[in-house]
């Protein structure tokens, strides 16, 4: 039997050493997670209080009346819808271009977008004064013959994002599918079960691999013109409103470009923060940092 090229087997060590580092990175949680987890709880278990008082007592606690009906929850829903398309979009268009620099920034983008689609349905949520109603935006079968106003850009948003979430959650995991079979490989007791039903029975064949990448390619094709359409129907929101200032029809192309800018700097944000604290300097290098930068840059040349 012929040995390795050198080369292969330096990049089979390399990809052991990063197998090590992330699976070490997920071992039982230190002291210093157990005080942010305690934190973060806290400013939880707060705003939940706050918004039991608001819903008992009213929208005007917020500030909220007749001319001012957007407001600050759904400033905060557009600044969060605008952070996840840059994850999954910048994502899908650095595998299509075959980036090779795109591989330690991929993952935790493509999870940041699923995480602040959950965010932003949050404030929705919250926005509506009546959240317990919200089947009312739902088109589903129902004896009274109630059915959503298709003219209303409520409904718009949530089969906008509804799509746009579900697919964000499928690229995810499809991507996830090979790491999960690592992970099963590599743990024990419950954590052993949980990932191999993650993994559905991934042993990395020749077949697998080929039907993965079909996959995963497709999926990326059809997020590229999906994240596009819908953060334009979310600015086509205030486009359609008779505010002054707002009834102008570049929203939709000011807030894709302005979601690109905003989702990129939040990569580079966690980029440092998972650099440093996880250390994997070796590995989510400073050229790599200095090319997301620049996109960055880029990026905002277009929005300028």
């Known amino acids: 039997m012929s040995e390795l090229p050198q080369e292969d087997i330096v990049e089979n060590q390399s990809w052991i050493r990063v197998r090590h580092s992330v699976l070490k990175s997920m071992e039982k949680p ?14 939880t278990s707060v705003g939940i209080a706050c918004e039991a008082y608001q819903y ?25 819808i605008g952070i996840s398309h840059s994850g999954t979009l910048l994502s899908a268009i650095l595998y299509i271009i075959q980036a090779e620099w795109r591989k330690p920034v991929y993952r935790f983008a493509e999870a940041m977008t699923v995480f602040s689609l959950l965010t932003a349905f949050i404030f929705v949520f ?4 009546r959240p317990w109603q919200i089947y009312y935006a739902i088109p589903y079968p129902n004896e009274r013959l109630l059915w959503p106003s298709f003219q209303s850009p409520l409904l718009w948003d949530a089969l906008a994002i509804m799509t746009y979430f579900l697919s964000s959650i499928l690229f995810l995991y499809i991507g996830c599918i090979p790491d999960f079979a690592i992970c099963r490989d590599n743990t024990s007791g419950w954590r052993n079960s949980f990932y191999r039903a993650l993994a559905l029975d991934w042993s990395g064949t020749d077949r697998q691999w080929r039907n993965f990448r079909v996959t995963y390619l497709t999926i990326a094709c059809f997020l590229i013109p999906l994240a596009v359409s819908v953060h334009s129907i ?12 707002w009834h102008i029809t570049s929203f939709p192309p000011y807030f894709v470009a302005g979601a690109l800018y905003s989702g990129c700097a939040a990569i580079i944000t966690l980029f440092i923060i998972l650099r440093y604290v996880f250390k994997f300097e070796e590995y989510m290098t400073l050229p790599i940092l200095k090319k997301t930068v620049r996109l960055t840059f880029a990026i905002a040349m277009v929005w300028t």
Not at 30 to 40: D, K, L, P, Y
Not at 126 to 129: A, D, P, Q, T, V
């Open 56 to 80: 008992s007592v009213g929208l005007g606690v917020g500030n909220f009346d007749n001319p001012h009906v957007w407001s600050l929850y759904i400033a905060t829903f557009i600044f969060w």
């Open 126 to 129: 919250i926005h509506l004064g």
């Open 30 to 43: 230190g002291a210093t997670f157990w005080v942010v987890f305690t934190i973060m709880f806290g400013m």
């Open 234 to 245: 979310v600015a086509t929101d205030f486009a359609v409103s008779q505010q002054p200032g």
